[in-house]
């Protein structure tokens, strides 16, 4: 089956600056990769998603690049805020067979003011 | 739009005894649901795929007939865990994919924290 891993576990920024995520997956023939913040005690909610037929896509301060020949995708927050604060995991999804999301091991994002 | 329910939203329940979790999709039609784990500060960890009208396909590593999975309908699927154990402790959250198809993405619940003494 899929392997997401996902890296770092913990980050922390001053407020303003970027934050990167980064993902690997195993398995070629994923070809859906959502990302989801997730705040203590809630549901995940997606933030961005990128299907394996574009390279990158932006929404206003966030990001998302994939390198498919490479199979590893990422998360890039620009000007981060506090409210930025949250643990965010990325996933890898086969569209045509089932789409079930294996998630990796998500990232702790702290912004400090 | 695409909201998804869980029933109940915490449960305490004592060693032994079974507990029922119900996922329902509120405003649209879900011919797919998923069921997920999740340990404190861990990762959502897929148990099962639940189909409507089938039989639920689960994981690998997860006991199917443990944790009972029924898609009843379009808008509800529910997991029964049976005879639960302390290690049952966790956080389950569904997820569910809209019929319309279309559309990548999976709506997920607010999650059930069960406990179990």
């Known amino acids: 089956g899929e392997n997401v891993e996902q890296h770092p576990s913990t980050l922390s920024v001053q407020e303003g600056d970027s934050a990167v995520i980064k993902c690997t997956y195993s398995?070629?023939?994923?070809?859906?990769f959502p990302w989801y913040k997730q705040e203590l005690g809630k549901r995940p909610q997606l933030i961005i998603d990128i299907r394996s037929n574009v390279g990158e896509k932006k929404d206003q301060r966030i990001a998302v690049t994939l390198n498919k020949t490479a199979k590893h995708f990422s998360l890039h927050i620009t000007e981060t805020q506090p409210e930025d604060s949250a643990v965010y995991f990325c996933a890898a999804s086969r569209r045509n067979t089932g789409n079930q999301f294996y998630f990796g091991t998500g990232t702790s994002l702290t912004v400090i003011p | 739009g695409a909201v998804v329910s869980q029933h109940p939203s915490w449960v305490i329940c004592k060693s032994g005894t079974s507990v029922k979790i119900e996922c329902r999709s509120l405003?649209?039609?879900?011919?797919?649901m998923f069921w997920y784990r999740q340990f404190p500060k861990q990762s959502l960890m897929l148990m099962a795929t639940s189909n409507e009208g089938s039989k639920a396909t689960y994981e690998q590593g997860v006991e199917k007939d443990k944790f009972l999975i029924n898609h009843a309908s379009l808008t509800l699927s529910t997991l029964t865990v049976t005879s639960a154990h302390p290690e049952d402790s966790s956080f389950y959250i569904c997820?569910?994919?809209?019929?319309?198809?279309?559309?990548?993405?999976?709506?997920f619940g607010p999650g059930t924290r069960l406990t179990v003494t």
């Open positions: 398995d070629s023939a994923s070809n859906y």
């Open positions: 405003d649209f039609q879900a011919t797919t």
């Open positions: 997820s569910a994919r809209s019929i319309a198809d279309r559309y990548y993405e999976q709506y």
